[in-house]
Each structure stands twice: as structure tokens, then as C-alpha cells.
């Protein structure tokens, strides 16, 4: 059964910091990865996706890496800001269009 | 916009009295999906649709009922509602499930007392 773990459960900050998010799961035969970001009271939007053929996907201030052999990737954040303040969330999708969500990684960015 | 529409947001119901959630989405997309949300359990896949009248079920589907009559709408139906659904619920939809990103609609907050 796929498990997806993402630590560290919340993370802080100052802003301008460049850091990074972490993603791991147990079964490498994955369709494909995307990580999303989650705002309090709302829904989940998807920020970056890769395919299993791709290494990295980059978007902005926003670079996602896939090492599927190994089962991690990391969503790396350059120059953060306070508006990045949300939980970022991963999920790997295997076959079948199911996906699996990792719980979690609470970022904070202060002023 | 584009985008996914949850109703209600918020639901207070309970045990035994039936209940829908409505999701619709306006971007002709294919695929749709219903997900709960729990402390500590994460996300997690309540049923999936790849097309109007295919359905399947995701990891916890007990206890819910899905329906794909048009490719815009995909009701969450509980038949009797019991305290553990209690959750909240996200529909989400992509044009391809699995090669495109996933839209997520607002959520809607159950409670079942």
C-alpha cells in the first residue's frame, strides 16, 4: 500500500529565507506527483505536477524535484514571503486515477 | 471562472437523515473525484469518476453513494449519515485524471450529530 510522508509536520521561518519542503513515499511506481498548497478554510490548489518521466517542474519562485528511485520530492521555495504562509501538501497518483496524500507540512513565514 | 462549486459549505445534520452534496464544475473536465479530510488521516479518496456513468471507489467509500448522469455534476450522497463522516469534504475534477492538474472546489464542513 502506497504511504506518503511529508516531515516536517510544520516549519517557520523568516521571510526572505530560501527553503524546502519534503516528500517521500514507499511504492516508486507512480504515475505522477503534484504538490499542492492548502489555505486555511479553503480548498487545495495544485502548484506544481510531475509526470514520472520528468525530474523537476518549476513554476515562479517554485521548483519541485521527483527522485522516484529513491521515493522523495522536494518542493524548494526561493525568497519567501509571508504570503506563502499555507500547508503545502503532496500526493502521488499510482494507476487506476487514485491519489494519495501525504498529511502535510504547515509553513510559516514571518515578517 | 474557472472553477469547482461545493454546496453547502457548511452542513449540520443528523444520524439517519439523508443528504447531498452537490459539486459541479464548468470546465468540461472528465474526470472528477470526492475526498475527505481528517486531523491527523490526511486526504483521503472517497470515490473517483473517469466519465459520465463510470464511477469507482477510492480507499473509504463506505457509507457513500456518487452519481456522474452529466459530466458537470457529481453529487456525494450519504443514505444515513452516522458521527464518523463527520469531515470535511473536498470534489475535485481534471480534464485527464492523471496528466493534468487537479482543481479542488471550496470544501464543505459535515457535521453529524
Known amino acids: 500500500k502506497q504511504e506518503v510522508t511529508q516531515i516536517p509536520a510544520a516549519l517557520s521561518v523568516p521571510e526572505g529565507e530560501n527553503l524546502v519542503l519534503n516528500c517521500s513515499f514507499t511504492d516508486s511506481a507512480i504515475y505522477n506527483l503534484q504538490w499542492f498548497r492548502q489555505d486555511p478554510g479553503k480548498g487545495l490548489t495544485s502548484l506544481l505536477l510531475i509526470q514520472s518521466s520528468q525530474r523537476e517542474q518549476t513554476s515562479g519562485r517554485l521548483n519541485a524535484s521527483l527522485d522516484k528511485s529513491s521515493g522523495r520530492s522536494t518542493l524548494y521555495i526561493a525568497a519567501s514571503q509571508p504570503g506563502d504562509s499555507a500547508t503545502y501538501l503532496c500526493?502521488?497518483?499510482?494507476?487506476?486515477?487514485?491519489?494519495?496524500f501525504g498529511q502535510g507540512t504547515r509553513l510559516t513565514i514571518n515578517p | 471562472e474557472a472553477q469547482v462549486t461545493q454546496n453547502p459549505r457548511y452542513l449540520i445534520t443528523v444520524t439517519g437523515k439523508k443528504l447531498t452534496v452537490t459539486c459541479s464544475q464548468n470546465m468540461n473536465h472528465e474526470y472528477m473525484s470526492w475526498y475527505r479530510q481528517d486531523p491527523g488521516l490526511g486526504l483521503r479518496q472517497i470515490y473517483y469518476s473517469m466519465n459520465v456513468e463510470v464511477t469507482d471507489k477510492g480507499d473509504v467509500p463506505e457509507g457513500y453513494k456518487v452519481s456522474r448522469k452529466e459530466k458537470r455534476n457529481f453529487p456525494l450522497i450519504l443514505e444515513s449519515p452516522s458521527p464518523n463522516q463527520t469531515s470535511l469534504y473536498f470534489c475535485?475534477?481534471?480534464?485527464?485524471?492523471?496528466?493534468?492538474?487537479?482543481?479542488f472546489g471550496s470544501g464543505t464542513q459535515l457535521s453529524v450529530l
Open positions: 500526493a502521488v497518483q499510482k494507476g487506476a486515477q487514485k491519489l494519495v
Open positions: 475535485a475534477s481534471s480534464f485527464m485524471g492523471g496528466v493534468e492538474k487537479l482543481f
